[in-house]
């Protein structure tokens, strides 16, 4: 089976850096995403990792470690519409994903 | 492009009553999937649908749910009879065979079951 374990709630100023961990036991690993949710909007896909080391998208950069089943969303230069929820995917052998329970992030001035 | 269309938006029945869903995916995305979304179970995949074809349903609730894909523009998830703790938002979200670890979700539908 596939389960995966992030922090349920962060916190942290305007302008700051936060890190989301997530870490996962799988039977089969494809590669971990990273998902943001809005308070009540749809989920939209961040960035993913398949292979070790760091993905870089603007302000937003994810990190994999296969071999430590660990990986990491990175937001620098934090503004408010960052507040959301974060939630790591991992895409299982037969292509489907299973998400975590989500981290909510709050943005504060 | 419009992105994925789901109807209706909002839904309110009582239990009993029979409730359907609609997915239009976008357009040469060959992969569909259902998911429901609660705050005491997240985000739980139902089934998905490579070409139209159901390749997983191990996440449908039990036999009161249903999903057909006719064809690949259109999906549907039926729940019959529904229950209160049907309740939920439901999203269709999807994606390119091979890539699915990108998906692109529709707005959602709530669904209220009195």
């Known amino acids: 089976g596939q389960s995966l374990e992030q922090p349920s709630e962060v916190t942290a100023v305007e302008g700051a850096i936060v890190q989301i961990n997530c870490t996962y036991q799988t039977s089969g690993f494809y590669g971990l995403s990273w998902y943001q949710q809005h308070d009540g909007g749809a989920p939209t896909f961040l960035s993913y990792?398949?292979?070790?080391g760091l993905e870089e998208t603007g302000r937003f950069s994810s990190f994999l470690s296969r071999s430590d089943s660990y990986g990491y969303l990175l937001l620098q230069e934090l503004q408010m519409k960052d507040s959301a929820s974060y939630f790591c995917a991992v895409r299982d052998p037969g292509g489907k994903l299973i998400f975590g329970q989500g981290t909510e992030l709050s943005v504060k001035p | 492009d419009a992105g994925v269309i789901q109807s209706p938006r909002h839904e309110v029945t009582e239990m009993g009553q029979e409730v359907t869903l609609r997915c239009k995916p976008i357009s040469g995305h060959n992969s569909l999937f259902w998911y429901r979304q609660t705050m005491m179970r997240g985000l739980e995949l139902l089934i998905y649908?490579?070409?139209?074809?159901?390749?997983?349903d191990s996440g449908m609730p039990e036999d009161r749910f249903s999903a057909k894909m006719p064809n690949a523009s259109f999906s549907t998830l039926k729940i019959q009879p529904s229950e209160p703790r049907d309740s939920a938002v439901y999203f269709c979200?999807?994606?390119?065979?091979?890539?699915?670890?990108?998906?692109?979700f529709g707005p959602g539908t709530r669904l209220l079951v009195l």
């Open positions: 990792n398949a292979l070790d």
């Open positions: 979200a999807s994606g390119i065979r091979g890539a699915q670890e990108t998906q692109y």
């Open positions: 649908f490579n070409n139209n074809v159901p390749i997983d």
